[in-house]
Nanobody, 126 residues
Framework: QVQLVESGGGLVQAGGSLRLSCAAS????????MGWFRQAPGKEREFVAA????????RYADSVKGRFTISRDNAKNTVYLQMNSLKPEDTAVYSC???????????????????WGQGTQVTVSS
């Protein structure tokens, strides 16, 4: 079992930046693909970004490409999401997730991930 705890959310003005962190328990963090998803009120959960277990491959939603960067530090069991040039439409609860399966690609669907954090609120004011 893996426990994930997000931090770093908050209120920021449009154009500002935030860095989210997701700390994982356990010794197997370095084996997992890690992803970030978000869910705005009244909307479906959507994929934001994901990173391979070694950190050499990443994948982003089109809506955040060029603005968000995902990274990980396996020595610290932590994955990060650097968010720049934030827009009001980025407002959502952001959750990190871990995919424990062995797959060639990086998943973008919530049901491809096995463990989830509780989420952290990001609010971008206009």
């Amino acid at each position: 079992q893996v426990q994930l705890v997000e931090s770093g959310g908050g209120l920021v003005q449009a154009g500002g930046s935030l860095r989210l962190s997701c700390a994982a328990s356990g010794r197997t963090f370095s084996r997992y693909v890690m992803g970030w998803f978000r869910q705005a009120p009244g909307k479906e959960r959507e994929f934001v970004a994901a990173i391979s277990s070694s950190g050499d491959r990443t994948r982003y939603a089109d809506s955040v490409k060029g603005r968000f960067t995902i990274s990980r530090d396996n020595a610290k069991n932590t994955v990060y999401l650097q968010m720049n040039s934030l827009k009001p439409e980025d407002t959502a609860v952001y959750s990190c997730a871990a995919d424990r399966s062995i797959r060639l690609g990086i998943g973008v669907l919530p049901n491809e991930y096995d463990y989830w954090g509780q989420g952290t609120q990001v609010t971008v004011s206009s």
